[in-house]
Protein backbone atom coordinates (compact mmCIF):
# COMPACT_ATOMS: atom_id res chain seq x y z
CA UNK A 1 0.00 0.00 0.00
CA UNK A 2 1.26 3.35 -0.86
CA UNK A 3 1.40 6.56 1.09
CA UNK A 4 -1.54 8.57 -0.73
CA UNK A 5 -3.97 4.90 -0.61
CA UNK A 6 -3.14 5.30 3.22
CA UNK A 7 -3.66 8.76 3.52
CA UNK A 8 -7.08 8.97 1.73
CA UNK A 9 -8.17 5.80 3.81
CA UNK A 10 -6.92 7.71 6.93
CA UNK A 11 -8.89 10.62 5.46
CA UNK A 12 -11.97 8.74 5.10
CA UNK A 13 -12.27 6.93 8.31
CA UNK A 14 -11.51 10.58 10.00
CA UNK A 15 -14.76 12.02 8.09
CA UNK A 16 -16.43 9.03 9.35
CA UNK A 17 -16.16 9.66 12.40
CA UNK A 18 -17.07 13.29 12.89
CA UNK A 19 -20.36 12.99 10.37
CA UNK A 20 -21.52 9.67 11.43
CA UNK A 21 -22.42 10.14 15.29
CA UNK A 22 -24.37 13.63 14.02
CA UNK A 23 -26.30 11.38 11.24
CA UNK A 24 -26.94 9.03 14.18
CA UNK A 25 -28.51 11.33 16.82
CA UNK A 26 -30.62 13.22 14.40
CA UNK A 27 -32.41 10.05 13.02
CA UNK A 28 -33.24 9.46 16.56
CA UNK A 29 -34.68 13.00 17.26
CA UNK A 30 -37.14 12.45 14.71
CA UNK A 31 -38.44 9.27 15.35
CA UNK A 32 -38.73 10.53 19.35
CA UNK A 33 -40.19 13.23 17.88
CA UNK A 34 -43.88 12.75 16.91
CA UNK A 35 -44.38 10.43 20.26
CA UNK A 36 -43.54 12.80 22.75
CA UNK A 37 -46.20 14.98 20.79
CA UNK A 38 -48.86 12.50 20.47
CA UNK A 39 -49.10 12.74 24.57
CA UNK A 40 -50.49 16.03 24.88
CA UNK A 41 -53.48 16.78 23.77
CA UNK A 42 -54.37 18.69 20.74
CA UNK A 43 -57.09 20.87 22.43
CA UNK A 44 -59.26 20.97 26.02
CA UNK A 45 -62.48 22.19 26.87
CA UNK A 46 -64.41 22.64 30.01
CA UNK A 47 -68.11 22.49 30.30
CA UNK A 48 -68.22 21.39 27.37
CA UNK A 49 -71.32 21.21 25.17
CA UNK A 50 -71.67 19.50 21.31
CA UNK A 51 -74.62 18.41 19.18
CA UNK A 52 -73.98 15.46 16.15
CA UNK A 53 -76.11 15.45 13.22
CA UNK A 54 -76.52 12.47 10.87
CA UNK A 55 -76.24 12.76 6.74
CA UNK A 56 -80.41 14.04 7.07
CA UNK A 57 -79.67 16.63 9.42
CA UNK A 58 -81.37 14.61 12.13
CA UNK A 59 -79.92 15.24 15.31
CA UNK A 60 -78.14 12.05 16.43
CA UNK A 61 -76.27 12.31 19.65
CA UNK A 62 -75.62 15.41 22.20
CA UNK A 63 -72.60 15.27 24.99
CA UNK A 64 -72.02 17.65 27.58
CA UNK A 65 -68.56 16.74 29.93
CA UNK A 66 -67.11 18.41 32.67
CA UNK A 67 -63.60 18.65 30.82
CA UNK A 68 -62.67 16.76 27.38
CA UNK A 69 -59.17 16.42 26.07
CA UNK A 70 -58.98 15.04 21.79
CA UNK A 71 -55.91 13.73 20.64
CA UNK A 72 -55.88 13.74 16.81
CA UNK A 73 -52.30 11.25 16.69
CA UNK A 74 -53.78 8.57 19.10
CA UNK A 75 -57.36 8.84 17.22
CA UNK A 76 -59.60 9.25 20.40
CA UNK A 77 -61.09 11.69 22.77
CA UNK A 78 -61.15 11.58 26.48
CA UNK A 79 -63.90 13.29 28.39
CA UNK A 80 -64.64 13.95 32.33
CA UNK A 81 -67.95 12.76 33.49
CA UNK A 82 -69.95 12.42 30.14
CA UNK A 83 -73.64 12.61 29.64
CA UNK A 84 -74.62 11.74 25.84
CA UNK A 85 -78.06 11.57 24.90
CA UNK A 86 -79.02 9.53 21.93
CA UNK A 87 -81.48 10.14 19.47
CA UNK A 88 -82.41 6.43 17.82
CA UNK A 89 -85.11 7.90 15.31
CA UNK A 90 -88.11 10.03 15.18
CA UNK A 91 -90.21 7.39 16.58
CA UNK A 92 -88.85 6.57 19.44
CA UNK A 93 -87.42 8.71 22.82
CA UNK A 94 -83.92 9.15 23.05
CA UNK A 95 -81.61 7.61 25.53
CA UNK A 96 -79.65 9.24 28.10
CA UNK A 97 -76.16 7.73 29.29
CA UNK A 98 -73.93 9.06 32.06
CA UNK A 99 -70.71 7.98 33.23
CA UNK A 100 -67.14 8.63 35.41
CA UNK A 101 -65.18 8.66 32.11
CA UNK A 102 -65.61 8.43 28.64
CA UNK A 103 -63.15 7.53 25.14
CA UNK A 104 -64.52 8.88 22.32
CA UNK A 105 -62.45 6.95 19.13
CA UNK A 106 -62.78 7.84 15.64
CA UNK A 107 -64.72 5.12 14.86
CA UNK A 108 -67.78 6.90 16.44
CA UNK A 109 -67.65 4.06 19.47
CA UNK A 110 -67.66 5.62 22.50
CA UNK A 111 -66.35 3.63 25.62
CA UNK A 112 -67.84 4.09 29.23
CA UNK A 113 -66.30 3.60 32.55
CA UNK A 114 -66.92 3.62 36.07
CA UNK A 115 -70.62 3.77 37.09
CA UNK A 116 -72.50 3.94 33.65
CA UNK A 117 -76.04 4.16 33.82
CA UNK A 118 -78.30 4.41 30.68
CA UNK A 119 -81.86 5.84 31.14
CA UNK A 120 -84.62 5.20 28.72
CA UNK A 121 -86.48 9.06 28.39
CA UNK A 122 -89.52 6.85 27.30
CA UNK A 123 -92.13 6.23 30.55
CA UNK A 124 -93.89 3.42 28.94
CA UNK A 125 -90.44 1.88 27.41
CA UNK A 126 -90.49 -1.82 28.40
CA UNK A 127 -86.04 -1.29 30.02
CA UNK A 128 -86.55 1.97 31.99
CA UNK A 129 -82.61 2.12 33.19
CA UNK A 130 -79.39 0.21 32.45
CA UNK A 131 -76.32 0.44 35.47
CA UNK A 132 -72.90 -1.34 34.96
CA UNK A 133 -69.18 0.00 35.36
CA UNK A 134 -68.49 -0.13 31.53
CA UNK A 135 -69.75 0.19 28.22
CA UNK A 136 -69.38 0.40 24.52
CA UNK A 137 -71.30 1.99 22.28
CA UNK A 138 -71.52 2.07 18.39
CA UNK A 139 -72.73 5.36 17.88
CA UNK A 140 -73.44 4.67 14.31
CA UNK A 141 -75.73 1.72 14.67
CA UNK A 142 -76.83 2.23 17.83
CA UNK A 143 -75.81 -0.96 19.70
CA UNK A 144 -73.99 -1.16 22.97
CA UNK A 145 -72.54 -4.32 24.74
CA UNK A 146 -70.94 -4.86 28.57
CA UNK A 147 -68.76 -7.82 29.69
CA UNK A 148 -69.32 -6.58 32.99
CA UNK A 149 -71.85 -7.13 35.65
CA UNK A 150 -75.27 -5.36 34.52
CA UNK A 151 -78.36 -4.48 36.46
CA UNK A 152 -81.45 -3.87 33.78
CA UNK A 153 -84.65 -2.39 35.51
CA UNK A 154 -88.09 -2.05 33.98
CA UNK A 155 -91.62 -1.41 35.51
CA UNK A 156 -91.77 -4.33 36.79
CA UNK A 157 -88.41 -6.82 36.83
CA UNK A 158 -84.59 -6.30 37.65
CA UNK A 159 -82.43 -8.54 35.38
CA UNK A 160 -78.92 -8.82 36.37
CA UNK A 161 -76.40 -11.00 33.77
CA UNK A 162 -72.58 -10.48 33.51
CA UNK A 163 -72.76 -8.81 29.81
CA UNK A 164 -74.86 -8.21 27.63
CA UNK A 165 -75.55 -6.88 24.08
CA UNK A 166 -78.26 -4.59 23.31
CA UNK A 167 -79.91 -3.11 20.00
CA UNK A 168 -81.35 0.72 20.73
CA UNK A 169 -82.75 1.24 17.40
CA UNK A 170 -84.70 -2.58 17.71
CA UNK A 171 -84.72 -2.75 21.35
CA UNK A 172 -83.57 -6.46 21.46
CA UNK A 173 -80.98 -7.09 24.62
CA UNK A 174 -79.28 -10.67 24.88
CA UNK A 175 -77.63 -11.68 28.06
CA UNK A 176 -74.44 -12.90 27.86
CA UNK A 177 -74.44 -15.08 31.02
CA UNK A 178 -77.86 -14.69 32.69
CA UNK A 179 -77.46 -14.47 36.84
CA UNK A 180 -81.14 -13.33 38.21
CA UNK A 181 -84.24 -11.96 37.51
CA UNK A 182 -87.12 -10.60 40.06
CA UNK A 183 -90.48 -10.01 38.56
CA UNK A 184 -92.67 -8.24 40.84
CA UNK A 185 -95.99 -6.85 38.75
CA UNK A 186 -97.35 -3.78 40.22
Not at 2 to 31: A, C
Not at 85 to 110: C, F, K, M
Not at 125 to 134: A, E, L, M, R, Y
Amino acid sequence: MNRITLSIGILFVLILMIYVPGWISSDTEQTNAPSEDSWQPNYQARNMRSTLYNENGEVNHEVFALKMEHYQILGFTLFSHPKYTIYVSDEQNPWHVEAEEGTLYEDNRIQLETDVEIRSLDDSGFVQTIKTQFLEINLVDKTMMSDEPVEINGKDFIVKSNGFVANLTTQEYELKNHVQTQYAPR
